[in-house]
């Protein structure tokens, strides 16, 4: 089953979802275990559409999409931006990059999902979480 959730391009927002993730969570009877692991990684992926993707315009929207397929949480997030192109993220661990102020939530992002993929060039990103039974 599908839910979605559509939010303003404010920092706030990130409070709505927290709200949502957790009633998908009690909805479907899951392993809160694993739930500051998923909305850890979910909270980047919002961050990163509000700020970077629609640039803090409240106008414009995000939208949050999950879908359970067994015991893997399916969930797109999706802005209203003009997209990136993921060839160009560096790595925010090398001496380099290690004082760059951006450049971590991707990669926080695939440490802590199971797959992760952009679509869209870069407005819509698919991440898979495996939620423990």
């Given at each position: 089953?599908?839910?979605?959730?559509?939010?303003?391009?404010?920092?706030?927002s990130?409070?709505?979802?927290?709200?949502?993730?957790?009633d998908?969570?009690?909805?479907?009877?899951?392993?809160?275990i694993s739930f500051?692991?998923?909305?850890?990684?979910l909270?980047?992926?919002?961050?990163?559409?509000?700020l970077?993707?629609n640039?803090?315009n409240?106008?414009?929207?995000v939208?949050?999409?999950t879908?359970?397929?067994?015991?893997?949480?399916?969930?797109?997030?999706?802005?209203?931006?003009?997209?990136?192109?993921?060839?160009?993220?560096?790595?925010?661990?090398?001496?380099?990059n290690?004082?760059?102020?951006?450049?971590?939530g991707?990669?926080i992002?695939?440490?802590?999902?199971?797959?992760?993929?952009?679509?869209?060039?870069?407005r819509?990103?698919?991440?898979?979480?495996?939620?423990?039974?």
């Amino acid at each position: 089953m599908e839910r979605v959730l559509v939010i303003s391009s404010e920092l706030i927002s990130i409070n709505k979802v927290r709200v949502f993730l957790k009633d998908v969570y009690n909805d479907f009877s899951l392993n809160m275990i694993s739930f500051n692991h998923v909305f850890l990684g979910l909270s980047e992926a919002v961050n990163n559409a509000i700020l970077h993707g629609n640039k803090l315009n409240p106008e414009k929207k995000v939208i949050i999409k999950t879908i359970l397929l067994g015991n893997q949480m399916h969930i797109d997030v999706e802005d209203d931006g003009d997209g990136f192109c993921d060839t160009i993220l560096f790595d925010p661990t090398l001496p380099e990059n290690i004082k760059c102020e951006n450049g971590r939530g991707i990669f926080i992002i695939h440490h802590l999902a199971d797959e992760v993929s952009f679509k869209e060039n870069g407005r819509k990103l698919h991440i898979i979480f495996t939620i423990p039974e």
